[in-house]
């Protein structure tokens, strides 16, 4: 069994990569970061392959696809993407349309391009990381938001096709709270919440993506936090979702 992670450098990605090494699936790694893949894959052994790609590059997705070619897919992990703190009308545009390459047009991209290879064989499984934040609106990181909404929605309608086809490929979106990742210091917010370990984000969500579960919340309280929220009406949502953003410490970009 191989799976292909990607953003697997650090945070829930990296920790996924070991997870999964540990249970003693194949691995291709893909991350900006050429040397952590290199030694990632030194540890990991021969078997383990990589690959440096940046997904903001508008090819780098049928790159990935590419690279792939010949090597079986059993397991994909879309796991790059990243945010950015700030008003709307201040926030870096290129900054933005960046992010939008990374969160949600090479999900899109490498989605749809293994999904069919999974079709053909009938197994299969895909898990996009998204956040809690797939379910909200959310001033001050109002693309971000935006960006894991498309990530939750498109996961949840694909699954639906699935079903309905009773195929054996299986898609689930990741929906965490706060991770302690390097995540926080590229969006330039210092969280107000206790940040969840990793380690635990990544464990849970492979467990569960494995056992066919659809959206996995990991932790108690961000699942409360989450119905909470659903019984807002939209407008008072993103007005408390404001108010909780301004405790962050951001510094924009």
């Known amino acids: ?63 990935l696809y590419d690279f792939c070619r010949g090597m079986r897919i059993d397991f994909l992990i879309n796991n790059a993407g990243f945010g950015i703190f700030g008003e709307f009308s201040e926030t870096s545009l290129a900054g933005e349309l960046e992010m939008i390459d990374v969160n949600v047009r090479s999900v899109h991209i490498l989605t749809k391009l293994f999904l069919r290879d999974f079709e053909k064989r009938g197994s299969g499984y895909i898990l996009n990381v998204a956040s809690v934040a797939g379910f909200m609106t959310g001033p001050l990181m109002s693309t ?38 390097d995540f926080n210091n590229r969006a330039g917010v210092s969280f107000s919440l206790k940040a969840a370990d990793p380690k635990f984000v990544a464990r849970y969500a492979i467990e569960q993506t494995l056992k066919g579960r659809a959206v996995i919340v990991p932790g108690l309280m961000i699942q409360l936090g989450l119905i909470g929220a659903s019984l807002c009406p939209p407008q008072l949502q993103a007005a408390v979702v404001c108010e909780l953003q301004k405790k962050k410490k951001g510094s924009g970009r």
């Open 144 to 181: 971000y938001y935006a960006s894991k909404n498309y990530v939750v929605r498109l996961t949840l309608a694909i699954r639906e096709e699935l079903r309905r086809k009773r195929s054996g490929v299986n898609v689930s979106v990741l929906c965490p709270g706060p991770v302690n990742t």
């Open 1 to 63: 069994m191989r799976a292909l992670i990607t953003g697997a450098t650090s945070g829930i990605g990296k920790e996924m990569a070991f997870y999964l090494h540990r249970m003693g699936w194949q691995l291709v790694l893909t991350g900006r970061n050429e040397e952590m893949l290199k030694c990632m894959a030194q540890k990991f052994g021969s078997s383990t392959k990589y690959i440096a790609l940046d997904l903001a590059n508008p090819d780098a997705p049928q790159k």
